[in-house]
């Protein structure tokens, strides 16, 4: 409370006048608070096929490279890699139709071949894949043409593979949804590294084979090491806009996504420590196998979180059109004298 004296018609008077309480700060602009974007309708199944599809196209990406050793000593690991390939690609097949309700809507995919789709592109991915590495397999062992034509068959599996691992970065970030958007040239890279370290984990936990164990190691510790730098990354491009990068910092999708970082860093260092005795390996491939599962499903949760935040929307788009705003003409009028 405050008290003035002000004159009126000669007469002073005291007036008591409440004090102006300060303005809170606006909240950032919406349409009535409500959600301008629909949240993914993808469910479960989803994050699942992200994690096994991935998987498997990086098993037949290690199994193509594989292949260049010509003294057969990887013949071994190069029919377990197909192997995963196959059994990888059929789940996450069979996980895609099952979020989709009915086969016939992913057979109406291929009904047209538009590489402007990540979504066609990533049907045609995921049908391609499995056929040429089961053909790899029969044809491979046999000697003379045949033999030549699987290991073609071997190679297509790997580029097949390549794009299983990586395409669904792609199509997440194609969406409208905000951290998804604004992290799009990130998510191809982290989705493809943690197939890696995912790939690479299963195969720490299931071969004994020497040479074969220190291939997949290092296979499994570059895609952990370039999983943990691009998370990073992609949390700094999202943070850009405070409001896009707040589902990786808080609620269910922020836990899942410091829980899914934590993991492959306790993977990573496990995996590095000296003496690597099965039960490391066992350690270290349940760890990884349990990060990059957190990964992908705090992935999803994150773009359910950012659809539903209508700041996070906005927000962007203001951003965006305030910098390519045309420079207001000044308004002072000039002066000219004579």
Request: charged share 15%; proline share 7%.
């Amino acid at each position: 409370m405050s008290t003035e004296q002000v004159t009126i018609a000669g007469t002073e008077v005291l007036i008591t006048a409440r004090e102006t309480e300060p303005a809170l700060p606006a909240p950032g602009p919406t349409y009535y608070d409500q959600p301008v974007l629909k949240k993914p309708v993808w469910t479960m199944e989803i994050p699942l096929y992200y994690y096994v599809g991935g998987a498997a196209g990086a098993s037949l990406v290690l199994g193509a490279a594989a292949q260049l050793d010509r003294s057969g000593e990887l013949d071994g690991l190069v029919r377990r890699c197909h192997w995963a390939g196959i059994i990888g690609s059929t789940i996450a097949g069979g996980l895609l139709i099952s979020d989709l309700g009915r086969p016939e809507r992913f057979l109406n995919m291929l009904r047209v071949f538009r590489p402007t789709s990540p979504m066609n592109m990533g049907a045609w991915i995921l049908s391609g894949a499995g056929p040429t590495a089961v053909t790899a397999g029969l044809l491979m062992t046999r000697p003379g043409f045949w033999g030549g034509i699987g290991d073609l068959f071997g190679f297509a599996s790997g580029l097949f593979g390549m794009g299983l691992a990586t395409y669904t970065g792609v199509l997440v970030a194609n969406t409208a949804v905000p951290v998804w958007q604004k992290s799009g040239r990130i998510l191809p890279i982290l989705f493809g590294a943690s197939a890696m370290a995912s790939a690479g984990s299963i195969f720490d936990m299931l071969l004994e084979n020497p040479r074969e164990r220190r291939i997949t190691y290092t296979f499994g510790t570059i895609g952990r090491v370039a999983e943990l730098a691009a998370a990073v990354a992609l949390e700094r491009q999202a943070a850009q806009l405070p409001v896009v990068a707040r589902p990786l910092k808080s609620g269910a999708s922020g836990f899942l996504w410091k829980a899914a970082t934590a993991l492959t860093a306790a993977s990573l260092i496990t995996s590095l420590l000296p003496n690597r005795t099965r039960k490391k390996r066992l350690i270290a491939g349940v760890l990884g196998t349990a990060g990059s599962l957190a990964l992908r499903f705090a992935v999803h949760e994150a773009g359910v979180a950012s659809a539903r935040d209508p700041r996070a929307t906005f927000g962007p788009q203001r951003s965006s059109t305030a910098s390519t705003a045309l420079p207001q003409p000044d308004s002072t009028p000039l002066l000219s004298g004579r």
